[in-house]
């Protein structure tokens, strides 16, 4: 006769014994979960369901449960290394694949979203072969040379491995000690780079609190923007966060006219401030325009207007055009010496790793918090963000307190609003800067605006395209010039091209082939010749992607003319 077993001991098949709800006479899956550490077999009720010990036979039957799960007393570590090696495997076939996307077919990705819910098991290696071949096709490659609408590659080795590891190791960023120890010092490191790059003060000794680190980890530069929204907010009305906003108050933040970014909007409606507190100033060649900056915000102090804030782009997200950083916080501290003062530099930060390029972020460290964003533009998996800030004990304007999760000094759960659990995400941009160091980083972002110089070379050679914007960083935005027409346009003219390209757009996205983003764009150096202020549609080139070459620049702008003559002939 079997020797009876506690709950958890191990069976002669290496898997556990496993409780059977008494009242269903079987297994009771609601059960399962807790089954490892119960102990000893004593009657218990959970849910109306009886326990009781299942024999040693009837153990055995339920092995196959436990190979669903990875870690000691689960699926063999050999089995575990063979199963997740065709997981990578598949991983690897979609990031190879050339073609951006497949052809957009609607019906089968209208199938897709109304799946009914799986109510029987599927074996997992079948599960894979099906997720590979019906629903990885339907997603866009950010890492095939043909993709340039945004820099977001995320296949540097380095970084993907991070992304890999982090997901196994699966601690979480909430809490500094039991949660994440380890983890969160190399955070804690990986900030401090980031902030001696900014040209912020980093302290030799290690900070003791989380308040005291200088930055704050997020999921990506909306999130990031908030925090530095409501950072402003409490500095501008100190108990706010606490008491609400005075009555009657209307605070402004300052943001240039077509060239912003949505997330200081948003932000300024989710933290009670409304939309309406975002006032937009004139801008010449996507910048500021400051002679009009200071004679706004001279009759703004006048007329008791509260600027509470002031944001500028270091590499604004169309054309990656720099703020001139020192000349806009100069025009607004001399009227408004408490604004909290926020560059965006969700791409222009990339310049900091560059020796030869960094000098253009000059007078970034008077700022009194800056936004990174390596998902974008250091090619990191997503998601990976920081909100750096000049004084560290700003963070104290967000800071919150749980006893029961967040006690821990170190603990940068209290200063990531709006986010509790947090994966370690981090990992993936400390693995690329430990990988790589500064200088390959530096070179990997040279790299990159050289080849945006060259694809713009192409586009001023191409005789149906005209370039709206001069090369600041690695964004290039041209339209259509129609056939038998030429600079500068008519209204006739530019509506024809207007068309032109948004159709060659709207082909382009029923295609997949290729992706270039599109947007209306300020023609802000009158290169149409209907204004600074006219308004017009774009193809915009924008590539994180290191392997991109110039066959791919040559054939990127091919295809994008060939959407376009399609047009033509209709």
């Keep these: ?16 014994a496993v409780p059977a709800c008494a009242r269903h006479a079987s297994p009771c899956v609601e059960h399962l979960a807790c089954a490892r550490d119960r102990s000893p077999p004593l009657a218990r009720f959970a849910g109306g369901c009886e326990w009781k010990e299942l024999s040693m036979n009837e153990a055995v039957s339920t092995t196959a449960y436990f190979a669903d799960f990875l870690g000691p007393g689960g699926l063999d570590r050999a089995s575990a290394r063979e199963l997740l090696g065709r997981v990578v495997d598949i991983g690897l076939a979609f990031k190879y694949r050339r073609r951006f996307m497949s052809t957009r077919d609607n019906d089968a ?7 009914p819910l799986p109510e029987t098991a599927c074996d997992l290696p079948v599960l894979l072969t099906d997720l590979e071949s019906r629903y990885l096709p339907t997603m866009p490659n950010f890492a095939s040379p043909m993709f340039a609408g945004f ?17 196994l190791i699966d601690v979480n960023l909430i809490n500094a000690d039991f949660c994440s120890r380890g983890a969160t010092e190399m955070e804690i490191a990986l900030i401090r780079w980031l902030r001696e790059l900014a040209g912020f003060e980093v302290a030799a000794a290690p900070p003791t609190t989380a308040l005291e680190v200088g930055g704050i980890p997020t999921t990506g530069g909306t999130s990031a923007n908030f925090a530095a929204v409501l950072m402003a907010r409490e500095r501008a009305y100190p108990g706010s966060r606490a008491d609400g906003l005075p009555a009657g108050v209307q605070p402004v933040i300052v943001l240039p006219d077509g060239i912003g970014h949505y997330t200081i909007a948003a932000a300024a409606a989710w933290a009670g401030l409304g939309n309406t507190a975002t006032v937009l100033h004139p801008v010449r060649d996507f910048r500021y325009d400051l002679d009009e900056l ?22 604004d997200s169309r054309t990656m055009t720099i703020e001139n950083l020192t000349g806009f916080a100069e025009v607004v501290r001399s009227h408004y010496p408490d604004a909290w003062l926020h560059c965006d530099g969700c791409h222009g930060t990339s310049l900091l790793f560059s020796s030869r390029l960094r000098q253009r972020l000059d007078g970034l460290s008077v700022y009194d918090s800056v936004m990174l964003d390596p998902h974008k533009v250091l090619s990191v998996p997503y998601t990976s963000s920081f909100l750096l800030l000049r004084t560290p004990g700003d963070a104290a304007l967000l800071a919150t307190e749980s006893e029961l999760i967040l006690r821990h000094a170190r603990s940068f759960g209290q200063i990531t609003p709006a986010t509790g659990s947090r994966s370690f995400q981090s990992l993936r941009t400390w693995m690329l800067i430990k990988a790589l160091g500064v200088d390959g980083v530096g070179r990997m972002i040279e790299s990159r605006i050289g080849t945006a110089h060259r694809f713009a070379q192409l586009v001023d050679e191409h005789r149906d395209f005209v370039r709206l914007n001069d090369v600041s960083i690695n964004s290039v935005a041209f339209t259509v010039i129609p056939p038998g027409t030429t600079l500068p346009f008519d209204i006739e003219t530019a509506q024809q091209s207007a068309a032109l390209t948004t159709v060659a757009y709207e082909r382009m996205l029923a295609d997949g082939a290729i992706y270039l983003h599109s947007f209306e764009l300020p023609d802000s150096e009158n290169r149409l010749g209907l204004g600074r202020g006219y308004r017009h549609p774009v193809l915009r080139f924008m590539s994180g992607n290191s392997l991109i070459n110039d066959d791919d620049l040559t054939n990127l702008l091919d295809t994008a003319a060939d959407y376009f003559i399609e047009r033509r002939a209709e």
Excluded: K, Q, W
Excluded at 299 to 313: D, S
């Design 1 to 16: 006769m079997p020797m009876p077993r506690r709950l958890g001991d191990p069976d002669p098949t290496g898997s556990r």
């Design 109 to 115: 990705l209208d199938a897709i979203a109304t799946e």
């Design 151 to 167: 820099p977001d590659a995320g296949n540097n080795l380095a970084a993907v491995a991070g992304a890999i590891l982090g997901e």
């Design 294 to 315: 200071d004679r706004h915000l001279r009759a703004a102090r006048a007329a008791n207007e509260h600027v509470i804030m002031a944001v500028c782009y270091a590499g």
